[in-house]
Structures are given as C-alpha cells and as structure tokens.
C-alpha cells in the first residue's frame, strides 16, 4: 500500500468510538414530534419578554408571554 493510501488523522479507521456527546460523529436528534423547534421558539419568546421587562415595556412582556403560552396550547392541542 502507497503511504498516500494509508489511514491517517481524520479517517475513520484510526477513530476510537464516540464516547462523548458532543463527538461531532454523534447523530443528530430525531425531532418527529417539533419538540426542539417548539423549546426553541420558546426560547426566544423569552428571551424578547425578560429584554422587554428590562427596557420596561410592560405591554412587550405581556404579549411575548402571552405568544408563548400560545405556542405551548399549540403544541399540546396536537
């Protein structure tokens, strides 16, 4: 076998097994349901209503919850 042949770093033959979670050769969630599309809009929503609390606009903050608590009635309507 030529030396260009031969496994080196980055080929799978000299990789140990994934042992870690955050291996970049782990596979990547299985999201049937939209559940970490549905953490992530939450996510957002938040984050909107706590910068909104700080900047006081009380209404902001109503209203990002209010999307949230939405997006959650969604989700759990099916």
Do not use: F
Request: hydrophobic fraction near 35%.
């Amino acid at each position: 076998m030529h030396a260009a042949q031969m496994p080196g770093m980055g080929d799978p033959e000299t990789w140990g097994p994934i042992w870690h979670p955050n291996d970049p050769r782990q596979p990547e969630p299985d999201d049937e349901g939209g559940t970490l599309d549905l953490i992530a809009h939450l996510r957002g929503k938040i984050d909107d209503a706590e910068l909104a609390h700080e900047l006081g606009n009380d209404d902001r903050v109503r209203r990002c919850l209010s999307e949230a608590l939405t997006l959650l009635q969604d989700h759990a309507a099916g």
